[in-house]
Nanobody, 126 residues
Framework: QVQLVESGGGLGQAGGSLRLSCAASGGTFSRYVMAWFRQAPGKEREFVAGISWSGIRTWYADSVQGRFTISRDNRKNTVYLQMNSLKPEDTAVYYC???????????????????WGQGTQVTVSS
């Protein structure tokens, strides 16, 4: 059983930065593709960023490309999301997700991830 716990959300200002963390326990973290998704009120959950087992490969939604950076530390079983140049439309609950299927390539739809954190609220004021 894999448990994911997000932290680092809160209130940010437009143009500012926030950093999210997701600590994993259980299983073999270094063999999981990890990702961040977000869900705004009244909207479907959407992919934000993903990262391969070693962290060499990353992929992003067009809406955050160039502003957000996903990274991981396999020694600490933690994945991060550095969010820069924040916009009010980044306001959402952000979820960490793990794909434990053994795949090590780009996956960007929610159904491909089998473990989820509880989410952390990010609110960006204009």
């Amino acid at each position: 059983q894999v448990q994911l716990v997000e932290s680092g959300g809160g209130l940010g200002q437009a143009g500012g930065s926030l950093r999210l963390s997701c600590a994993a326990s259980g299983g073999t973290f270094s063999r999981y593709v990890m990702a961040w998704f977000r869900q705004a009120p009244g909207k479907e959950r959407e992919f934000v960023a993903g990262i391969s087992w070693s962290g060499i490969r990353t992929w992003y939604a067009d809406s955050v490309q160039g502003r957000f950076t996903i990274s991981r530390d396999n020694r600490k079983n933690t994945v991060y999301l550095q969010m820069n140049s924040l916009k009010p439309e980044d306001t959402a609950v952000y979820y960490c997700a793990a794909d434990t299927s053994g795949r090590n390539y780009k996956v960007a739809t929610p159904y491909e991830y089998d473990y989820w954190g509880q989410g952390t609220q990010v609110t960006v004021s204009s």
